[in-house]
T-cell receptor, first 113, second 112 residues
């Protein structure tokens, strides 16, 4: 089944403790992206990648890191999480061509206390 | 950067009625406009899209229109059903730059 898989689905952590949210897609998509979703603010793009070793900032990159060493994986790293990073996170992927929208994962609900 | 405004934020209709959600965007470089449906506890799911060289697209009960000059695009759902109840997001993509901007979402409730 074609899908984007994120782990974990739920995570509670403490301020300052480094964490990684994994994301993997099995559709051979070139583009991958991370979004955060907060009530009333829709989906905001954190980082995106147009191919292996190519990443760029979205609208809200502060406090996050990403890497794209392999085409299928795009982990999101929070080096020193803070409470304002408590949110629902989505990973997504799409092909470079033809022009098509993102396929989203099921989400990771992160709580930083 | 791109700014996408979506209206209304909530919409309640009677089953069988039509629903219309409107979005405006600011960046003329945006060239792709997808619409997503998000059900509770799930990720957004693409339901229809339109490219900048097309004015209208229809898929069964769902249609999308795009006015590039005015930078407006809209989602139309006809003959609504209770299972259409969800949060709907519009988005504007600049596919040449890889960036995407989403609207804040519309919560649609279809009353039986």
């Amino acid at each position: 089944e074609a899908q984007v898989t994120q782990n974990p689905r739920y995570l509670i952590t403490v301020t300052g403790k480094k964490l990684t949210v994994t994301c993997s897609q099995n559709m051979n998509h070139e583009y991958m992206s991370w979004y955060r979703q907060d009530p009333g603010l829709g989906l905001r793009q954190i980082y995106y990648s147009m191919n292996v070793e190519v990443t760029d900032k979205g609208d809200v990159p502060e406090g996050y890191k990403v890497s794209r060493k392999e085409k299928r994986n795009f982990p999101l790293i929070l080096e020193s999480p803070s409470p304002n990073q408590t949110s629902l996170y989505f990973c997504a992927s799409r092909p470079g061509q033809p022009l098509y929208g993102y396929t989203f994962g099921s989400g990771t609900r992160l709580t930083v206390v | 950067g791109e700014n996408v405004e979506q209206h209304p934020s909530t919409l309640s209709v009677q089953e069988g009625d039509s629903a219309v959600i409107k979005c405006t965007y600011s960046d003329s470089a945006s060239n792709y406009f997808p619409w997503y449906k998000q059900e509770l506890g799930k990720g957004p799911q693409l339901i229809i899209d339109i490219r900048s060289n097309v004015g209208e697209k229809k898929d069964q009960r769902i249609a999308v229109t795009l006015n590039k000059t005015a930078k407006h695009f809209s989602l139309h759902i006809t003959e609504t059903q209770p299972e259409d109840s969800a949060v709907y997001f519009c988005a504007a993509f600049n596919t040449n730059a890889g960036k995407s901007t989403f609207g804040d979402g519309t919560t649609l409730t279809v009353k039986p």
